[in-house]
């Protein structure tokens, strides 16, 4: 009993839901990176049940969770999202932690006609269809999803999220310190070599 107490006391503390307003403003304003894959041979009625359960997880979890996925175009659907992922990374510097598939979908592509051989010596047609897979990712805005969430659980998860985000965004950023003083130090090197041989 003093557990739950405890729990509500603290969810009265926390900012209350935000209005759908600020909530669509905020998103709005989010980064987004889009990865497609034109004229697959499958099915997208069987393609979309993929592309469905990627949609709405976090960049890690999809990845993850579509190793174990019993379904032939499930590593497609990873390399898709991988290559918007690569796309983030170098046009801002995101990491897959800071990315949510935000939309994952697929839609017909051009279907090729077959004879479909029927009794009686009659024939029909068959479509040997083709898919279309779009998905984009989003950035994630940490203090949104813990505003919006619910469940105590739920904004402790977000919380947790961000913390591992920020953790690698800080390793990340002192990596490309590193590296721009690496380079930093060698066009001095190489600026200093010049002059000693016009000296010479």
């Given at each position: 009993m003093s557990e739950r107490l405890v729990a509500s006391g603290f969810m009265c503390r926390l900012p209350k839901k935000p209005a759908p307003s600020v909530v669509s403003r905020r998103i709005a304003k989010l980064r987004t990176y889009v990865g497609e894959e034109k004229a697959i041979r499958h099915s997208p009625w069987?393609?979309?049940?993929?592309?469905?359960?990627?949609?709405?997880?976090?960049?890690?979890?999809?990845?993850?969770?579509?190793?174990?996925?019993?379904k032939v175009k499930a590593p497609l659907v990873?390399?898709?999202?991988k290559?918007?992922?690569?796309?983030?990374?170098?046009?801002?510097?995101?990491?897959?932690?800071?990315?949510e598939v935000a939309e994952c979908f697929a839609t017909h592509g051009k279907h090729m006609p077959r004879v479909k051989f029927m009794g009686r010596g009659r024939a029909g047609r068959m479509h040997r269809r083709f898919s279309h897979v779009r998905?984009?990712?989003?950035?994630?805005?940490f203090p949104l999803k813990?505003?919006?969430t619910k469940t105590l659980a739920g904004k402790?998860?977000?919380?947790?999220?961000m913390k591992i985000a920020e953790a690698e965004a800080k390793i990340a950023q002192e990596k490309r310190d590193e590296l721009e003083a690496l380079e930093k130090e060698a066009e001095e090197q190489r600026k200093k070599r010049e002059a000693e041989e016009k000296a010479k």
């Open positions: 069987r393609l979309n049940l993929v592309c469905q359960f990627a949609a709405g997880q976090t960049v890690p979890d999809a990845l993850e969770q579509l190793l174990y996925v019993q990873r390399k898709v999202i290559h918007a992922v690569r796309r983030a990374a170098r046009d801002d510097g995101l990491l897959p932690s800071q990315l998905l984009v990712l989003r950035e994630i805005d813990i505003a919006t402790q998860k977000w919380l947790d999220r």
